[in-house]
């Protein structure tokens, strides 16, 4: 079946380490986005992508970097820069010719816990 | 700023007991508003997409309306399985990402 992966699930982080979130499609999708979710808040966007080689910073992108090196994937890292990066991370892609339909396909989540 | 903002924060419903959750925003350029449910620790899954004043979608005992400056979500008959976070979110003119509401989660009891 056609979908977006995202490992781990859960993910605990020391302060001061880096870790990497992993996002996968098979849904031949080029436009991929990353968001944060906080409880109480909207989802924000911190990246996206809309081709192979390119990316744009969204609304909270300090503190994160991104790759998009291949059309299926669209890591997510978390530096050391992020001062608060306890929450909630998904993936989301949307298809050729769908931008403007809202319509998102979004991967079940990664959960970050800064220790 | 574009701003959207839902509300209740929280709604609990006994089963077949109807209600609407609000959505309401101020921007620059309506381009769509896209409603969304999301089930704990889950991503977000896609319902429907609304594009003008006066537009109305169903699915089930779901139905989404809009008009200039607010969105509403009718559900009629409601059902514990329809339990979760409904999330509304809009995209404009400016740019093609889209700017989302906090939410309703909304409770059914049987």
């Known amino acids: 079946d056609g979908g977006i992966t995202q490992s781990p699930k859960y993910l605990f982080r020391k302060e001061g380490q880096n870790v990497t979130l992993s996002c996968e499609q098979n849904?031949?999708?080029?436009?991929m986005y990353w968001y944060r979710q906080d409880p109480g808040q909207g989802l924000r966007l911190i990246y996206y992508?809309?081709?192979?080689?390119?990316?744009q910073k969204g609304d909270i992108a300090e503190g994160y970097s991104v790759s998009r090196e291949k059309k299926e994937s669209f890591p997510l890292t978390v530096t050391s820069a992020q001062k608060n990066p306890t929450a909630f991370y998904l993936c989301?892609?949307?298809?050729?010719?769908?931008?403007?339909?809202?319509?998102?396909?979004f991967g079940e989540g990664s959960r970050l816990t800064v220790l | 700023e574009d701003q959207v903002t839902q509300s209740p924060e929280a709604l609990r419903l006994q089963e077949g007991e109807s209600s609407s959750l609000n959505c309401s925003y101020t921007?620059?350029?309506?381009?769509?508003l896209f409603w969304y449910r999301q089930d704990p620790g889950k991503g977000p899954e896609f319902l429907f997409t609304?594009?003008?004043a006066g537009e109305e979608k169903e699915k089930e005992r779901l139905k989404a309306t809009l008009t200039k400056k607010e969105s509403f979500l009718h559900i009629t008959a409601p059902k514990p399985e329809d339990s979760a976070t409904y999330l509304c979110?809009?995209?404009?003119?400016?740019?093609?990402?889209?700017?989302f509401g906090a939410g309703t989660r909304l409770t059914v009891k049987p």
């Open positions: 979110a809009v995209q404009t003119y400016n740019n093609n990402d889209m700017r």
């Open positions: 992508s809309q081709i192979v080689n390119d990316f």
């Open positions: 921007v620059s350029g309506l381009r769509g």
């Open positions: 849904l031949n999708h080029d436009a």
């Open positions: 989301a892609s949307i298809g050729p010719g769908r931008m403007y339909t809202g319509e998102l396909f």
């Open positions: 609304l594009y003008s």
